[in-house]
């Protein structure tokens, strides 16, 4: 009697989209002994590569609800994806912990009644008689940053985690094939997916990672799914100022909803806008370093060396992110917004239980 994984042998899957989300499915799904093809026209200028890779699970304030228990699953699955990354890449891992600042005494106070009420000695109050906040506050001159932290929290470097899942896939002999599809159809139990060179691949099974552009190979056939771009930028700032050194600061926190990431003595990266819209914004150093009444000298003085954005995709009218089966050997699975990173691990997990399902 054959095994339930040389039987998956004889399935062709087709993921469309090379980011994080189609990575993570391609690699779930070969260990399951499926055969896999990744299409993507330019898996380089995907929305992944923009990412900073912030995986905010346990300070997550909601505690209920399809998105947390997305958020739960992947916090139990990241460190079973990290030992497996590691074999490719043994400097992979997620720097933690991860802080979450304010200057608005409504918002700790909400943050403060959070701590309380989950009783996880894995989640803190910083105040300001913390180390950590009077340097911040020392560093950014002022008195009225306060926050909270978590130590199973942190950041991953994406682009660092793009390349080690691109050696996953080769050594897996997962083949990404540099296309544009532009039409799919279903036709005697297979599907065809076409290229913009009339290229047809058959395949048992469709899913759809790639984005904005899964709504218009969908178009056709009869669901309703709205997605809507939002442009993300970040930059990295060079600080040419002695009365400041950025590694006295923690190793990423965010500020009044913007991310700081300090990568050396005098630079560090902020980020991201939401921009809804398709090409970013001019003035994008006023608008990432706006997270203060009052900027500090040294930043203000600071100069852009490089700047960077993606366009992710939000749901219209739904939760994010959208993970659907469509109909038959048909499935989406996209919309994350900024959570494509932090969900990959339980979202390749829900994939891998759906064909699974669809094929017993």
């Not at 994806?81 to 106070?109: A, D, R, V």
């Not at 190979?217 to 950025?246: F, M, S």
């Not at 993970?323 to 990959?344: H, P, S, V």
């Amino acid at each position: 009697m054959k095994s339930l994984k040389e039987n998956f042998q004889k399935t062709h899957i087709v993921i469309i989209g090379s980011g994080i989300i189609g990575k993570f499915n391609a690699l779930e799904l070969s260990e399951l002994g499926f055969r896999i093809t990744i299409i993507d026209p330019d898996q380089h200028k995907n929305s992944s590569n923009a990412a900073l890779g912030i995986l905010m699970g346990n300070m997550y304030q909601k505690k209920r609800g399809r998105s947390w228990d997305l958020r739960r699953q992947s916090i139990e699955l990241w460190p079973k994806w990290i030992s497996f990354l590691q074999k490719f890449n043994y400097e992979l891992n997620i720097e933690k912990p991860l802080i979450q600042l304010t200057t608005n005494k409504e918002k700790f106070k909400k943050l403060e009644k959070f701590i309380y009420e989950n009783n996880d000695l894995n989640l803190r109050i910083l105040g300001r008689e913390s180390i950590i906040i009077k340097n911040i506050n020392n560093a950014f001159q002022t008195n009225n940053i306060q926050g909270i932290i978590s130590f199973k929290d942190g950041r991953i470097n994406a682009f660092s985690l793009l390349k080690t899942l691109d050696i996953c896939l080769k050594n897996k002999k997962i083949v990404l094939l540099e296309e544009q599809i532009t039409k799919i159809r279903r036709a005697k139990n297979q599907w065809i997916s076409t290229t913009k060179n009339n290229e047809e691949i058959k395949s048992d099974i469709v899913i759809l990672c790639n984005s904005l552009k899964a709504v218009d190979l969908i178009y056709g056939l009869t669901h309703n799914i709205k997605l809507k771009p939002v442009l993300g930028q970040a930059i990295e700032v060079d600080i040419n100022d002695a009365e400041v050194d950025l590694l006295s600061l923690p190793k990423q926190f965010n500020i009044n909803g913007k991310n700081i990431i300090p990568k050396s003595k005098n630079k560090l990266i902020i980020g991201s806008t939401d921009e809804y819209s398709n090409k970013p914004e001019e003035n994008i150093f006023g608008k990432l370093t706006n997270f203060l009444d009052k900027q500090p000298n040294w930043l203000t003085k600071g100069k852009i060396s490089k700047k960077w954005y993606g366009i992710r995709s939000r749901p219209d009218g739904e939760p994010s992110p959208i993970m659907k089966n469509l109909e038959d050997g048909l499935i989406i699975c996209t919309g994350f917004y900024k959570n494509g990173i932090l969900l990959a691990p339980a979202c390749s997990k829900w994939v891998a239980n759906e064909i699974k399902n669809y094929l017993s």
